[in-house]
């Protein structure tokens, strides 16, 4: 599976965002073949988890530190998986990027990954 992340750009603190993460998938394959994640990594920081979604929706998990504030979501008739990102603050910037692996994996991690969308964070 591609994944492409869209919808990043320059904000004000306490804006929302919406990003997308499109996926292209093998032929014989349908999106909710995978779960999907969300994760970023900030200037000069590591890439962290922000949230995850499992491959029909059902299941959702945040870090911490959302707190409220991001929510994740998913269309599978549209390979499309979204985060709603509100309340936007300095430290949220980064480079988003969506992620997923195959439902079925024992992996804990997520090993296909898409190009990421930058967020920024300014006023």
């Known amino acids: 599976v591609q994944l492409q992340a869209f919808g990043g750009g320059l904000v004000q603190p306490g804006a929302s965002l919406k990003l997308s993460c499109v996926a292209s998938?093998?032929?014989?394959?349908?999106?909710?073949?995978?779960?999907v994640g969300w994760f970023r990594q900030g200037p000069g920081k590591e890439r962290e988890s922000v949230a995850t979604?499992?491959?029909?929706?059902?299941?959702?998990y945040y870090e911490d530190w959302v707190n409220g504030r991001f929510t994740i979501s998913r269309d599978n008739a549209k390979n499309t998986a979204y985060l709603q990102m509100n309340n936007l603050k300095p430290e949220d910037t980064a480079v988003y990027y969506c992620?997923?692996?195959?439902?079925?994996?024992?992996?804990?991690?997520?090993?296909?990954w898409g190009q990421g969308t930058q967020v920024t964070v300014s006023s």
């Open positions: 998938v093998p032929t014989f394959n349908t999106f909710s073949d995978y779960h």
């Open positions: 979604i499992s491959w029909d929706g059902r299941n959702t």
């Open positions: 992620a997923a692996k195959d439902r079925l994996s024992a992996r804990y991690e997520y090993y296909y």
